[in-house]
């Protein structure tokens, strides 16, 4: 209905802005990139909510799987053209108070971008299975249609993928000097 019912659109909208910012903030640093993402997902939204079947998973697994596709999209072209000339005539005007919002959104997600940093080394299906999970709160069900994977697929990814990233972890820290760790 959201691809025909203006109302339903605006309810839909609202009902998951909030966790489509967030999401896009933890993978995305400039404000001005943030706004245009998260308008790109509820726009691909509107124009496939036909092929959006429940069955598969839930509707805000469904936004975070056209997120994620975005996001990667997004990241593709930039890597192609320089970042400086991308973002001085790619920019759309944003209101002071929105790009204030968006920037504290970003600072409160950085944490969780330095931690997305630190998991590549794994693959990029792995890597979003942990975020989907972790970080966005999907079930491993949710998270699999997310990614058009089995159920079973993806809870087998995900125990290898935390017990990689385990330690991985356990070897950083035993790298890092005792000083370096507040000790």
């Keep these: 209905m959201i691809g025909r019912d203006r109302a339903v ?4 909208y609202r009902a998951h802005l909030d966790a489509v910012e967030n999401f896009v903030a933890r993978r995305v640093r400039d404000p001005h990139t943030a706004a245009d993402v998260t308008a790109d997902v509820f726009l ?3 124009t496939t909510a036909s092929r959006y079947d429940p069955d598969r998973g839930s509707a ?21 053209r320089w970042r400086a000339a991308e973002r001085e005539t790619n920019r759309r005007t944003l209101h002071d108070d929105a790009i204030t919002r968006l920037e504290e959104q970003l600072d409160a997600a950085s944490a969780a971008r330095e931690l997305r940093d630190s998991l590549g080394q794994l693959s990029r299906t792995d890597r979003a299975l942990i975020e989907l999970t972790a970080l966005d709160g999907l079930s491993i069900t949710d998270a699999a249609s997310a990614l058009n994977l089995s159920a079973g697929a993806a809870r087998v990814r995900l125990h290898r993928a935390k ?4 330690q991985t972890v356990e070897c950083a820290r035993n790298t890092v000097p005792a000083t370096s760790r507040g000790i």
Excluded: N, S
């Excluded at 659109?9 to 839909?12: A, I, N, P, R, Y």
């Excluded at 469904?62 to 930039?78: E, N, S």
């Design 44 to 46: 691909a939204a509107m």
């Design 163 to 166: 017990r990689k990233l385990r």
């Design 9 to 12: 659109l605006e309810w839909f």
């Design 60 to 80: 805000r697994a469904w936004l975070f799987g056209i997120a994620y596709r975005v996001i990667a999209d997004t990241q593709r072209r930039a890597a192609r």
